[in-house]
């Protein structure tokens, strides 16, 4: 079960990726780790730095897929995009935390960005 939920995820993220390039984003890295946690999608988008958590969801019957960020996780994201930004020398450039929410109705796929879903500290 949980490798399946792995591949799903592996298989969801590299189509968000897909399609962010589509609407003008530059994938910078996927699945980036450190000791922190991993980020599922860094790229760059209107000048920005942007930290991408990718959330797939067959039904919203336990809430949207956004609502699994919860506390916790935007603190794991946080720390582990501080690594990033540290390790690429970005500490001038401007940054945001997308959700992006993915939702399967009827076999059709559906994306949904949700830009600036939360700040550092929040």
């Not at 969801?12 to 991993?38: K, V």
């Not at 949207?64 to 020398?89: C, F, M, N, W």
């Amino acid at each position: 079960m949980k490798k399946n939920n792995r591949q799903t995820g592996t298989r969801m993220e590299q189509t968000a990726a897909r399609w962010l390039e589509s609407q003008g984003a530059q994938i910078l890295e996927q699945q980036y780790r450190s000791r922190h946690g991993e980020i599922d999608l860094i790229y760059q988008e209107d000048g920005q730095l942007v930290f991408g958590e990718v959330k797939f969801r067959t039904t919203e019957r336990y809430g949207s897929p956004a609502d699994a960020v919860d506390l916790r996780k935007r603190q794991r994201l946080v720390y582990t995009a501080e690594t990033y930004i540290l390790q690429h020398g970005l500490q001038n450039v401007p940054v945001r935390f997308d959700v992006i929410e993915m939702t399967e109705q009827n076999g059709q796929l559906y994306i949904r960005v949700l830009r600036d879903a939360f700040r550092p500290g929040e």
